[in-house]
C-alpha cells in the first residue's frame, strides 16, 4: 500500500480541481498513482480539468525573439519574480535568446557560446554574483520557414520580448508580408490563450488518443451504456477532446463561431494565397517544476490525515 502524502494530494488537486478527499480516494484506490488518480476522478465525473496544465512552479522569464523567417524562445529561471523585474536579468534574457538564435537551441550549446568576450554560462555566473540569486537557462525552442513568416506573443510582458508565456508559430505562405505578420500574431495570441497540445489530431502522441479513449469507454461503462454504443459514443467524445486540444480544430479566440481552421482559410483573401502552420512553440514560464507553497500545503495534509 502507497504511502499517501499532502504533496501528492495538493499536486492531484492542482492538475485536476477536485476536492481534497475525493484526491486522497483517488490516491488511495490506485495505489498513488498519478496518472491514474487522474483518470479515476475523471471517471467518477469529479475532476474539473479535462486535462493536466502544467503548474507555473519557478520564476524568472521566457525571452522571445524573431529574426526574419526565425523565432527563438527561451526559459530562464530564478528564485524570485522580483529578480525577474531586475534590468540586469532581463538583459541576461535577451542576450540569451539571441545566442540561441545564432547557435540553435541546445543549451549546453548555448551555455558553450560567446556572448562578447565570456560564455553566456560565464554571464549567468557573473549575473548570479551581482544579483545574488541562483538563476539557470532551462531550455530553448525555435521555428523557421523558408518562405512566410513567424507570428510572435508575449504575454504578461516585463519589457518587449519578455514576459510569462511566449509564443511562436510558423507560417508558410508567398502571401504579403504584412499580412501574414498581424496573423500570425493573432495565432500566437490565440495559442497562449487556448494552450493547444498539438497542431491536429495527427500530430498528438498515440498514447494520449489511447489514455482519452479508455477513460471515455470505462465512464460510459460506468454509466451503463450498453457495450455495442461506447465505441461510437468513445469517436463522438473523441472529436469532443480534439476540439479542445488541436489548435486548427480550436473555436478561434477572435471569433469562436469559427475553428482556427476556419478563420486560417478566410485570411487567406487578404494574405494573397495559400497559408499553411507549420508549427507552433508555446512556453509558460515554471511549467512542470515543483515549488512549495506550505500554508496550502499545511491545509491539504490537514485534510488527507497527515498531521
Known sequence: MANITAQMVKE??????????????????TNGDMTGAQDWL?????????????????????????????????????????????????????????????????????????????TVAESISDTIAKIGENMTLRRAASLSVGQGAIGSYVHNAAGEGLGKIGVIVALESSGKADELAALGRQLAMHVASANPQALDSASLDPATIKREKDVLADKFRQQGK??????????????????????????????????????????????????????????????????QESDFAAEVAAAAGTN
Open 226 to 291: 450498453p457495450e455495442a454504443m461506447i465505441e461510437k459514443i468513445v469517436e463522438s467524445g473523441l472529436k469532443t477532446f480534439y476540439k479542445e486540444v488541436c489548435l486548427v480544430e480550436q473555436a478561434f479566440i477572435f471569433d469562436d463561431k469559427k475553428s482556427v481552421a476556419q478563420a486560417l482559410k478566410e485570411a487567406e483573401g487578404k494574405v494573397g494565397g495559400p497559408v499553411k502552420i507549420a508549427g507552433f512553440v508555446r512556453y509558460a514560464l515554471g511549467e512542470g517544476i515543483e515549488k
Open 12 to 29: 492531484l488537486r492542482e492538475s485536476t480541481g477536485a476536492g481534497m478527499m475525493d484526491c486522497k480516494a483517488a490516491l488511495t484506490e
Open 42 to 118: 475523471r471517471k467518477k465525473g469529479l475532476s474539473k480539468a479535462a486535462k493536466k496544465a502544467g503548474r507555473v512552479a519557478a520564476e524568472g522569464l521566457i525571452g522571445l525573439t524573431v529574426a526574419g523567417n526565425k523565432g527563438v524562445v527561451v526559459e530562464v529561471n530564478s528564485e524570485t519574480d522580483f529578480v525577474a523585474r531586475n534590468d540586469l536579468f532581463q538583459g541576461l534574457v535577451k542576450m540569451i535568446a539571441n545566442v540561441a538564435l545564432s547557435v540553435g537551441t541546445d543549451v549546453d550549446k548555448i551555455n558553450a557560446a560567446k556572448a562578447g568576450s565570456i
